[in-house]
């Protein structure tokens, strides 16, 4: 339910970089990477190059093509992904998403999307041969939370329209090799956690993602639509980066929440002229 993810289905399209906040790489499965930073590529093309727009404005903001603000699928209509033959309006080369916002109609409908998982739904490989070269745990699942409902209608029939969503997402991961040091907070004593990791729950990378966002539509003369969207967004990766080979982690806070505002406006002039 993330973009890039989406796009991978396509023969051909690849994740080639991620901030890998959580230590599980940038494929992810079954929503166990939660909100991740990924670009893609296809055929060779740069990941610098892939874009996410919604409704053609970048999500992208000052982070290069790293995405700061991840789209909501719960308020996509439609996602389009385009992997060649990209148009001239497009700055880069490489594979291009766009997310199409719903706008509601005249009849009131809602969705709703949730999802659970624990480490105890999650299966082991650490084998008998990987303990004894001193692996005593594996990347693995802690908890994954998904919830995302939605909701559109009319305000009035046939003029104006309105869509909501919120999107609750918690990616919660155990990193192998670590382990926390029971006595963190006593500078009169050290005990080496590493020593005894086999008797030491591991440490977590945990991420939390909140997203809200409301569309308006007016079709306010028969040529003449505008549409208002508003989207609020806080996410935090608390604590990240935590690895065998690196501690502690690091608490990623983006957003007081991030905000973005869009107005757009749509007019066929002619049958051959639409201006947006």
């Not at 991840?70 to 033959?85: C, D, F, K, L």
């Not at 608490?251 to 991030?258: Q, T």
């Amino acid at each position: 339910r993330l973009p890039t993810e989406l796009a991978v289905l396509i023969p051909g399209v690849v994740t080639t970089g991620s901030i890998a906040f959580n230590g599980q790489g940038a494929q992810d499965v079954g929503g166990s990477g939660g909100d991740q930073v990924v670009t893609v590529g296809i055929h060779g093309s740069k990941g610098d190059s892939s874009k996410i727009t919604q409704n053609g404005v970048a999500t992208n903001m000052n982070l290069g093509n790293w995405n700061l603000i991840t789209p909501n699928i719960g308020g996509a209509q439609e996602v389009s992904v385009n992997t060649s033959g990209i148009s001239a309006e497009s700055t880069e080369g490489g594979v291009q998403m766009n997310i199409i916002p719903r706008e509601g109609g005249n009849v009131f409908k809602g969705m709703f999307f949730g999802s659970f998982s624990s480490d105890g739904m999650a299966s082991n490989n650490l084998t008998d041969d990987l303990r004894a070269r001193g692996l005593t745990a594996i990347n693995s699942v802690k908890k994954v939370v998904d919830v995302n409902p939605g909701l559109g209608g009319p305000l009035k029939k046939d003029r104006l329209w309105f869509y909501g969503t919120y999107r609750f997402n918690e990616a919660d991961n155990w990193a192998s090799g670590t382990g926390a040091d029971p006595n963190w907070n006593n500078p009169k004593s050290f005990v080496n956690p590493y020593s005894n990791l086999a008797n030491l729950a591991p440490v977590s990378n945990d991420g939390t993602w909140n997203e809200g966002q409301v569309r308006l539509t007016w079709q306010a003369t028969s040529k003449n639509k505008l549409a208002f969207s508003e989207i609020a967004e806080r996410q935090c990766k608390c604590p990240s980066y935590n690895s065998a080979t690196r501690s502690p982690g690091i608490n990623n806070r983006w957003g007081k929440p991030h905000h973005s505002e869009t107005l757009d406006w749509s007019s066929p002039l002619t049958s051959r002229v639409l201006v947006e």
